[in-house]
Structures are given as C-alpha cells and as structure tokens.
C-alpha cells in the first residue's frame, strides 16, 4: 500500500483557520496528490479533494456523518437525530420525507412566495441605503416559513429570523460568538416543537404536504411519529437552509455588478442562460468548504488503506475549483455550464452523488429556482446604485460573504 502523504505539521488547526477554503486544496497541490493526513483538534484526519473522492464519499454508504463534525458546528446546523445523522434504511426512508416536499410544484409555490416577500420589501427602501444580505435572509425567512405551512406573525419575523441567521453565520465561530448562538438555537428548537405540537393537536391548520404537514405527521420504519424535537430539528431544517439561500442571492448580484454583460442579458430575457448562470454562482462562491465523514468500515482507495473509524474531510470548495474538472477556476464564466453533462460529483457545493440514498442536499432544487428567480428580480423588476464599499470576499472567513452584504441605494422598482 502506498504511503498517504501527510502534512508536516504536528496540528493544522490553526493552519485551517488562518486559510479557510483553500486549507486542503493548497496542500494537495503542494504534496502532488487528491488526499493527505493531517492533524485537526488534535484528531487524525484525511483531507481529500477531487471528482473522484466526492465519489468515494457520497457513493457506497462508506461514510456516516455521526462523530464528524465538532459539537458546535454539529448543534447548530443539522443537529441530533436529523437526517443527516442517519444511515442505512431510516436514513433513506428520512430523506424520503424531505424529497417529497420538492415536487416541481411546490418549488413553484416557494418561488413565488419569495417573489410576493421581495415585491412587499423593495417600495419600502426608497432612496436609503440596504444590505442585500440582510434584507434577502428576511425575506426568506417569511416566505420559507410560509411556504413550509407555518407562516411567521409579524411580531415574530425578526427573533425567529435572527436565530436562523445566527446559526447559519457563527458555525465558523469559537467562544461568545458562538455560544450566544447556541442559546438562540434553543429558543428556536423551543419554538419550533410548540409548533409541531399544535400542528399535531390540530390546534393549528396546516396546507397538505406542506413541509410541517409532512414532517409532523412523518413516521420512521418503527411506525412511531417523530419525537417533538426531532420534528422541530428537522423543521429547521427546512427553515434555516432556505434562509442560507440568501448567501447565494447576494453573490449572484456581486456577479451581476462584476459582470454587467450578465445583468444586460437577463435585463432583456435570456432565460435559456439563467441556469449556466445559477450554477456558475453556486460554483465559483465559496459556501460550506469542507464536509466531515467517519469510515464505516475498512476500504481501500488510490492504494491507500481506510480503516473504521477513520475522519475524513472532502474537500467541497476544492472540488468546485479544481481545474482538472473547470478550466479556469478562478475565472467566473457561465457559458461553462451551457452543454455541462451534470456529472453529480464535480459541481458539489450542496454535496455529491445521489440524493435518495446519500447526503446530498434535498434543497439543491430549491436553492437553484430561488437562485434564478432572484436573479430575474434583481435585472428585471429594479433600478439601484451600488455605492463604492467593501466587496471583498475574504476566503478565510467561514462562512464567507462579501464584507459589506452588498449595499444598495435609490432602488426604484420598474413597471411590470
Ligand atoms: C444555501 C444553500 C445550501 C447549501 C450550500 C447546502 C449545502 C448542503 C450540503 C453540503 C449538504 C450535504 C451534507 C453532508 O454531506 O453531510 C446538505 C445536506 C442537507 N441540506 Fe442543504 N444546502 C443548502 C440549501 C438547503 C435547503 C434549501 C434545504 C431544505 C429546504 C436543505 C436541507 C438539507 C438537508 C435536510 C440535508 C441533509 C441531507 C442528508 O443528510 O441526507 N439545504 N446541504
């Protein structure tokens, strides 16, 4: 068996830290290989990048995601007892659960809810200066919510959205930042389980196969409803990724101001190059840059021997930058994706291989409807300015986003 080249550090984590989204591809590069061992937290750990290795990872149940991720980042995205925490047979028949909810339909709904919350926000900005992240994760919140089938009462909206902001925003983060995070997640999970048990009650009405309806009423192979915080974790975990959609959102109007051929096009229709576009966002800004796995059992790859137990990164920015699979990586160009033959493991933002029977996100179809029709709001339906600011993407930043959220001022919204 051939020897995994190893990083020569004795810990990498604070390396991981100080380089953010490029920690395992510049150690690949530098070391002439798709993976490598390291040290993170004091824990060994093999880094891996490439088309291949998202293979490896999504396909062939070879990994589960219990015991993978620290506690803190663990807590405050999916959670104990989420789907993502499950393998095997209750794992698909949960994933069941939330593929169901992504009918072409409902995705029209979702879309459409997002358009009403954008057309209600946009006459109240005026000539005053916005945050498009800020204003966008709003949004997002009310129409997610509504759509799921537990619209939010105005009074409401801004602390329940602040707790979805707050746990997608300090997953990165160690100490006070992330602790005050913790406490908004409980008073969310708090929240969330009162819903489903009056949704259960029937206390509260809710649309059929709406996300609520399905989850409260949701059975695992035991036959058994899901215990009222697993409801509400899984819940959230529709609500708080819809809102992450607003990430997205602002890097594809960052892309519009850079490339103003972009907004040209779509200005005047162009709608056969909306999902080029959409894909070449999801692709070329950085999202999550690593997901976590543990070997289930032992395995070989390239010559190199896994054993149970094993920690492994794969590396999703990496993959995504990678120019064996994207000539030109760090250029941002859409026509790329005009005859791309959707391999599902090179483009890997929200995950690689098969949606039923792996991890790969269930909302990748909704975050790309959201992506175009947010991209067809922003060049159709308004006028702004974009005063100068800080638009740095900083790739040590985790999660990243451009400094400022993306400001604009004297939005005028155009006649229909
Ligand atoms: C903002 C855009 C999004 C990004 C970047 C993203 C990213 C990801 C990634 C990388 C995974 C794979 C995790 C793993 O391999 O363990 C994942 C899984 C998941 N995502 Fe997303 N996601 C997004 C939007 C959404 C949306 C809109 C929803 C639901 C409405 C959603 C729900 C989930 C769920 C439930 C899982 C767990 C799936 C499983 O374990 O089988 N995500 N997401």
């Not at 033959?341 to 975050?367: I, K, S």
């Amino acid at each position: 068996m051939n020897e995994v080249p190893r990083d020569d550090s004795l810990d990498a984590s604070v390396a991981f830290l100080r380089e953010g989204y490029t920690f395992v591809s510049s150690r690949c590069d530098r070391l002439g290989s798709d993976l490598f061992r390291t040290r993170l937290m004091l824990t060994p750990v093999v880094c891996m990048r490439g088309a291949e290795a998202a293979g490896i990872f999504y396909e062939g149940q070879r990994f589960t995601r219990v015991g993978a991720m620290p506690p803190t980042v663990l807590r405050l995205l999916q959670d104990i007892g989420s789907v993502q925490t499950l393998d095997d047979a209750p794992h698909h028949h949960r994933k069941g659960m939330f593929l169901a909810m992504m009918s072409p339909p409902a995705l029209q709904r979702m879309v459409e809810q997002f358009r009403a919350a954008w057309l209600a926000a946009v006459p109240l900005w005026g000539e005053r200066q916005i945050v498009l992240q800020d204003e966008v994760s709003a949004m997002l919140a009310l129409a997610g919510a509504a759509w799921a089938g537990v619209p939010l009462d105005p009074d409401e909206a801004p602390p329940l959205t602040r707790q979805l902001v707050a746990m997608i925003e300090q997953t990165g983060t160690i100490g006070p930042a992330n602790w005050w995070a913790h406490h908004l997640r409980n008073q969310a999970e708090r929240h969330w389980r009162g819903a489903i048990r009056s949704i259960r009650s029937g206390e509260t009405a809710v649309a059929e196969g709406s996300a609520a309806d399905l989850i409260a009423r949701h059975r695992d192979l035991d036959g058994e409803l899901l215990d009222e915080t697993t409801a509400a974790v899984e819940l959230l975990n529709v609500l708080r990724p819809t809102v992450a959609v607003a990430r997205f959102v602002t890097f594809a109007a960052l892309a519009l101001h850079h490339h103003p051929q972009w907004r040209e096009k779509f200005a005047q229709g162009g709608d056969e190059l909306l999902r080029p576009f959409v894909q070449e966002v999801r692709r070329f800004y950085p999202f999550f840059p690593v997901i976590g796995g543990r070997a289930r059992h032992d395995f070989a790859w390239q010559g190199h021997e896994f054993s149970k137990g094993d920690w492994v990164l794969l590396d999703l920015y990496g993959t995504n930058h990678d120019g064996r699979l994207w000539p030109e990586p760090e250029t941002f160009r859409p026509e790329r994706f005009v005859d791309w033959p959707g391999d599902p493991n090179t483009l890997v933002p929200q995950g690689a291989g098969d949606f039923a029977t792996g991890h790969r996100c269930p909302g990748e179809w909704l975050t790309i409807a959201l992506l175009e029709e947010a991209v067809r709001l922003l060049t159709r339906t308004i006028r702004y300015e974009v005063p100068a600011q800080d638009l740095t993407v900083a790739l040590d930043q985790l999660p990243a986003l451009p400094k400022s959220g993306f400001i604009m001022q004297k939005t005028q919204l155009l006649a229909a």
